[in-house]
């Protein structure tokens, strides 16, 4: 145990409370051998806008230009291409959406019910017209007429064959009750 007590020298806590702890860095040492770019650099001490940070080099302009593009593409391929549109009718959510199979064009309307709550169950007059080109400004367009029920279930598909040519490509919905009525315009989904 002797020889325990010559290796090791035991301090106590306030001998220890009272001395500094000695730092080997310097800033100011660093700073007084760095270029004057990196001393300009330093002495600044105001943060960088957001305008300056999108806007201070060409790289960071050209991603945030990049970034508006993409989004402005998206939304209006999303809006302008949708072969399938919902809306709320009565209460419910109604998806409709035309196929084109082979050489028939079928109309598909699906109905979904409110979680909560009473939506319309009853009949349902359809109108559906393809829609009139510039060329065809003067004719009678061809309208097709069908009558589907809502039921009280919460979910409903009705699957209704068009008497159109597959040449049409856009069509006119109308969808009719005794207190409601929308339209919608529909393409025909590939």
Do not use: W
């Amino acid at each position: 145990m002797s020889d325990d007590k010559k290796k090791y020298t035991l301090v106590s806590m306030d001998e220890n409370v009272e001395k500094e702890p000695e730092f080997y860095y310097s800033r100011e040492h660093r700073l007084s051998r760095a270029s004057p770019r990196v001393r300009e650099l330093n002495s600044k001490t105001s943060k960088m806008s957001v305008a300056k940070r999108i806007f201070g080099s060409r790289g960071n302009l050209m991603t945030f230009v990049l970034i508006i593009i993409t989004c402005l593409m998206l939304t209006f391929v999303s809006k302008y291409s949708r072969a399938a549109t919902e809306l709320k009718f009565g209460g419910n959510t109604v998806t409709t959406t035309i196929l084109k199979e082979g050489d028939a064009l079928i109309m598909d309307i699906t109905k979904q019910g409110p979680k909560t709550g009473a939506a319309y169950s009853g009949e349902v007059e359809i109108a559906v017209s393809p829609v009139i080109s510039k060329s065809s400004v003067g004719e009678t367009p061809l309208v097709f007429y069908h009558r589907v029920y809502f039921t009280q279930a919460g979910y409903d598909n009705f699957q209704i064959s068009l008497p159109f040519d597959n040449v049409e490509k856009e069509f006119i919905l109308l969808l009719r009750t005794t207190n409601e009525q929308k339209s919608v315009k529909l393409r025909v989904k590939q």
